[in-house]
């Protein structure tokens, strides 16, 4: 008799995983060896779901000359789980529903369950919730560090095993408390979507498109002529570091906070500076997406700094970029990625009331999205919801107590 973590109902046991798996075994890694006809579907760890689905939206298939020359079919019932060392990714688990002509990365450990003893839907609801209960590195003593959790861990990890009745029947219960806990957070998706939606009505009412009426005393001004502009252009790499040793480094969008970026990296030879109060705009791969510069900064050439002139409040125009976000998306060019240059950049139609204007609109705007900001926050207080109940009842399961 196997002690476990805490004590079993009557009838179960603790058992290492492989005692009741009759294959557990990793993908293998992309290379280009062998020769099979066709392209066949590669699961990578992204394919893998936080609630334990598999995605098959996002698709990579493998050219015929990379298959292995021994591979298999994924069949109903096999268990698939993230032995990467992403954080992000690493312990996810899922199962396959359906019959996939596929092959599954190294990053990814297939489990079959041996159908005398165990269900494969036990399986991987076990392996999911021990995972988030830190079990997994309880039980391996510490972080797995690069090389990931290998099969050898695998089948020796504990998993509670009642009788199979019992498996189904409790796998059947979660299956259905998980369907409301999913119906659930489809309404509050569409709830958030629809609150993303009534923002951009609003910045669509507040700021006329060209070729409308504008209201009196209102003009259409060329961005270069309420503005300083301001391209970015990237330092040389062996300039970088994270350890603050020059300016914080903006490249891109993927450095854009809600409103302000966060530094990531650090220049110490910078070629293009922003200061605060900049407005930053992403002006390649996306275009449009904006910031506001809170501190001085080094821009990279996937930026460009907008300083305001006297005649123009930089809120007014950050409030503006925002309303035309798809607009500016849709006039980037370029044959790898979208991009805009700085002739199309500065010639690009700009709103300009009278400052005292700019300034009353910018209040009701900002009185506006400190509203939205607090439905969104009780919308993620709904998940963060949604999310313990969803441990709750995997934890109760496993504890014989639903």
Known sequence: MIDGPYKLPEGWRWVRLGEVASEIQSGFAFRKKGARAGEVLHLRPYNIGNDGELKLDQQFKI???ALPEHWSYLYPGDV????????ELVGKTAIVKTVLQAVFSNHITRIRACLDKCEGEWLALALRTLWQQGFFAQQCNKWVGQAGYNTKMLKKTLIPLPP????????????ILMEQVREARNLRQKACEDTDRLWQAVLADTFPRPGTDLPHNWRWA????????????????????QNEVGLPFFQGKSDFGELYPSPRVWCSA????????????????????TNLANIKCCIGRGLAALRVRSELDRY??????????????????????????????????VLLPSLEE???????????QEKIKLIKDSQAQFEAELQCLEQSILDSAFKGEL
């Open 222 to 241: 060329r961005l270069e002529e309420v503005c300083e502009v301001n391209m970015g252009q990237s330092p040389p790499s062996k300039t970088y570091n």
């Open 270 to 289: 910078p070629k293009k500076i922003a200061i605060e109060g900049d407005i930053l705009i992403s002006v390649r791969a996306p275009v449009g997406p």
């Open 316 to 349: 007014w125009l950050l409030f503006y970029l925002r309303s035309i976000e798809n607009l500016l998306a849709s006039a980037g060019t370029g044959s790898t990625f979208n991009a805009i240059t700085k002739k199309e950049l500065v010639t690009m139609p």
């Open 358 to 368: 700019q300034r009353r609109i910018i209040t009701c705007l900002e009185e506006t």
């Open 63 to 65: 050219p015929n000359t």
């Open 80 to 87: 698939l789980f993230n032995n990467t060392n992403s954080v």
């Open 164 to 175: 199979l009745n019992e498996q189904q029947r409790i796998v059947a219960k979660v299956e």
